[in-house]
C-alpha cells in the first residue's frame, strides 16, 4: 500500500515535470526573483524535494536554459541534409511553440550562467543556426543565408517573449509564413530605409541623477541588473555608494528609470519616422527602420530594458508595461492597414516576430552599424511581417 503511494507521488518523470516548471517560472520572473519554493508550488512539491534532483537554484536552471536548445538540435539532426527548408522549419516551430512558457529564458537569462555553461549553450545554438543555414543556402543562395537563417530562427522564438493567446495551429501557420518572409527577403528592399528615421539623440547627462543613470545603464547591460552594486554604479560616476541615495530611493529605481527612458526615446523616434510616410506600406518600413535604428544606436539601454522588466516589482512594471503596450498598438494599427485580413492578435503575433528578427540578426551582427546593417535589418523585419 505504502509503495503504491509513492509511487503516485513521485512519478518516473518528476525531473522533467521540475524542469519544466522551473523553466516557466524562470521566464517569467527572472532568473533571480525565481525562488526554489516558487517553483516547488508550481510543481506541487516541496523545496527540498526539489534539492533530491537539483543540488542548488544554479544547476536547474542550467539545465532548463540548456531544454528547448537541446530539442532544437535534435530537430535539426533528425533530418536529412536534402530535407526541404520548409520540413525543417515547421518542425523547429513546433517545438518552440510547445516550450513557448519557458523558453523566453534562453534570449535573455541565459547571461546568467557561468561562462562555460554559457559557451556551451551558444554551441548548440550555433549548430542550429549552421544546419538551417545550409538550407537558405541551398534554396534562397545569396550572401546572406546566415543572417537571414539566424533572423528567421528569431521571427520563430519570439514566441516565447510574450502571451498573446491563439490557437497553437494558427501561432505555427503564422511563425512559418514569418520564417519564410524572412528568409526569402532582400536587403534592396530596404535600401535607403535610413531617411525615414529621425533618431532622437539620448540625453546628454547634465545632473548627478542622469550621470547615475548614464554610468548604469552599461553595467546593467553587461552584467545583469542583479549583479551589479550600488557601489560600482557609484564608483563609475565618482560618488560614495552612499551618495545614490539622495537621488534613487534604490537600485531598482535606477532601473525604473532606465526603461522609461528607453520607451521615450522610441516612442519619439516612430512618431518622427511616421510623419515622413506617405501610404500604408511605407508606413510600416518607417516603423521597422525606427525601431532597427534605435535599437543599433541605444544597444545598451534596449537591452536593459527588454531584459530586466519581469524582475520588477508589479507597482513599477506598470509604467514600462503600458510604454511598451502603446508601441505595440501603434504597429498593430500600421499592420493592419496594410494586412487588413489579419486581426489584433494575429498582427500582436508577428509584431513580435519582427522584434525577434532584430534581436538575434542584431546579435549575429554584434550590433555594428557598419554601412548596410540598418537596412538589412530592416528588409529583415519587413519580410517577417510579410508585407
Same mark, same amino acid.
Given at each position: 500500500?505504502?509503495?503504491?503511494?509513492?509511487?503516485?507521488?513521485?512519478?518516473?518523470?518528476?525531473?522533467?515535470?521540475?524542469?519544466?516548471?522551473?523553466?516557466?517560472?524562470?521566464?517569467?520572473?527572472?532568473?533571480?526573483?525565481?525562488?526554489?519554493?516558487?517553483?516547488?508550488?508550481?510543481?506541487?512539491?516541496?523545496?527540498?524535494?526539489?534539492?533530491?534532483?537539483?543540488?542548488?537554484?544554479?544547476?536547474?536552471?542550467?539545465?532548463?536554459?540548456?531544454?528547448?536548445?537541446?530539442?532544437?538540435?535534435?530537430?535539426?539532426?533528425?533530418?536529412?541534409?536534402?530535407?526541404?527548408?520548409?520540413?525543417?522549419?515547421?518542425?523547429?516551430?513546433?517545438?518552440?511553440?510547445?516550450?513557448?512558457?519557458?523558453?523566453?529564458?534562453?534570449?535573455?537569462?541565459?547571461?546568467?550562467?557561468?561562462?562555460?555553461?554559457?559557451?556551451?549553450?551558444?554551441?548548440?545554438?550555433?549548430?542550429?543556426?549552421?544546419?538551417?543555414?545550409?538550407?537558405?543556402?541551398?534554396?534562397?543562395?545569396?550572401?546572406?543565408?546566415?543572417?537571414?537563417?539566424?533572423?528567421?530562427?528569431?521571427?520563430?522564438?519570439?514566441?516565447?517573449?510574450?502571451?498573446?493567446?491563439?490557437?497553437?495551429?494558427?501561432?505555427?501557420?503564422?511563425?512559418?509564413?514569418?520564417?519564410?518572409?524572412?528568409?526569402?527577403?532582400?536587403? /534592396?528592399?530596404? &535600401?535607403?530605409? *535610413?531617411?525615414? !528615421?529621425?533618431?532622437?539623440?539620448?540625453?546628454?547627462?547634465?545632473?548627478?541623477? #542622469? %550621470?547615475?543613470?548614464?554610468?548604469?545603464?552599461?553595467?546593467?547591460?553587461?552584467?545583469?541588473?542583479?549583479?551589479?552594486?550600488?557601489?560600482?554604479?557609484?564608483?563609475?560616476?565618482?560618488?560614495?555608494?552612499?551618495?545614490?541615495?539622495?537621488?534613487?530611493?534604490?537600485?531598482?529605481?535606477?532601473?525604473?528609470?532606465?526603461?522609461?527612458?528607453?520607451?521615450?526615446?522610441?516612442?519619439?523616434?516612430?512618431?518622427?519616422?511616421?510623419?515622413?510616410?506617405?501610404?500604408?506600406?511605407? /508606413?510600416?518600413? &518607417?516603423?521597422? *527602420?525606427?525601431? !532597427?535604428?534605435?535599437?543599433?544606436?541605444?544597444?545598451?539601454?534596449?537591452?536593459? #530594458? %527588454?531584459?530586466?522588466?519581469?524582475?520588477?516589482?508589479?507597482?513599477?512594471?506598470?509604467?514600462?508595461?503600458?510604454?511598451?503596450?502603446?508601441?505595440?498598438?501603434?504597429?498593430?494599427?500600421?499592420?493592419?492597414?496594410?494586412?487588413?485580413?489579419?486581426?489584433?492578435?494575429?498582427?500582436?503575433?508577428?509584431?513580435?516576430?519582427?522584434?525577434?528578427?532584430?534581436?538575434?540578426?542584431?546579435?549575429?551582427?554584434?550590433?555594428?552599424?557598419?554601412?548596410?546593417?540598418?537596412?538589412?535589418?530592416?528588409?529583415?523585419?519587413?519580410? *517577417?511581417?510579410? !508585407?
Amino acid at each position: 500500500m505504502t509503495t503504491g503511494s509513492t509511487a503516485a507521488t513521485r512519478p518516473r518523470n518528476r525531473k522533467q515535470v521540475i524542469v519544466e516548471a522551473a523553466g516557466q517560472v524562470f521566464s517569467e520572473r527572472g532568473y533571480h526573483a525565481a525562488s526554489m519554493e516558487e517553483i516547488a508550488a508550481v510543481v506541487g512539491t516541496s523545496a527540498a524535494a526539489l534539492y533530491r534532483h537539483f543540488p542548488n537554484k544554479y544547476a536547474l536552471f542550467a539545465e532548463c536554459a540548456n531544454v528547448i536548445v537541446d530539442k532544437l538540435v535534435a530537430v535539426v539532426d533528425e533530418w536529412p541534409p536534402e530535407a526541404a527548408l520548409t520540413d525543417v522549419l515547421v518542425a523547429l516551430t513546433r517545438v518552440t511553440v510547445t516550450h513557448r512558457a519557458s523558453g523566453g529564458l534562453y534570449r535573455w537569462e541565459a547571461r546568467y550562467l557561468q561562462r562555460e555553461d554559457r559557451r556551451q549553450l551558444r554551441t548548440k545554438f550555433a549548430h542550429v543556426v549552421g544546419r538551417v543555414t545550409e538550407l537558405v543556402r541551398r534554396e534562397y543562395p545569396r550572401s546572406d543565408e546566415s543572417l537571414r537563417a539566424v533572423a528567421a530562427l528569431g521571427a520563430i522564438g519570439s514566441i516565447t517573449s510574450h502571451r498573446t493567446s491563439i490557437a497553437q495551429r494558427r501561432i505555427e501557420e503564422l511563425l512559418l509564413a514569418s520564417a519564410l518572409g524572412v528568409v526569402t527577403s532582400d536587403p /534592396a528592399t530596404a &535600401a535607403g530605409s *535610413a531617411r525615414l !528615421v529621425e533618431l532622437p539623440v539620448q540625453p546628454v547627462p547634465r545632473t548627478r541623477r #542622469a %550621470e547615475i543613470l548614464t554610468a548604469a545603464i552599461p553595467l546593467f547591460a553587461r552584467d545583469g541588473f542583479a549583479n551589479v552594486t550600488n557601489a560600482q554604479i557609484a564608483q563609475a560616476v565618482g560618488l560614495a555608494p552612499s551618495a545614490i541615495y539622495r537621488h534613487y530611493p534604490g537600485k531598482v529605481d535606477i532601473l525604473v528609470a532606465a526603461c522609461l527612458q528607453a520607451a521615450g526615446l522610441l516612442a519619439q523616434a516612430v512618431d518622427r519616422s511616421l510623419r515622413q510616410a506617405t501610404d500604408p506600406r511605407q /508606413a510600416v518600413v &518607417a516603423l521597422a *527602420a525606427a525601431y !532597427v535604428a534605435y535599437c543599433f544606436e541605444h544597444n545598451a539601454l534596449n537591452s536593459v #530594458a %527588454e531584459a530586466e522588466v519581469a524582475g520588477l516589482p508589479p507597482e513599477l512594471q506598470r509604467p514600462v508595461i503600458l510604454a511598451q503596450r502603446e508601441h505595440i498598438a501603434v504597429w498593430e494599427q500600421q499592420l493592419r492597414r496594410v494586412r487588413p485580413e489579419l486581426d489584433s492578435r494575429q498582427t500582436r503575433l508577428l509584431v513580435h516576430a519582427g522584434f525577434g528578427v532584430v534581436v538575434e540578426a542584431g546579435r549575429a551582427l554584434r550590433w555594428q552599424d557598419a554601412p548596410g546593417h540598418r537596412d538589412a535589418v530592416t528588409a529583415l523585419v519587413t519580410g *517577417a511581417l510579410t !508585407v
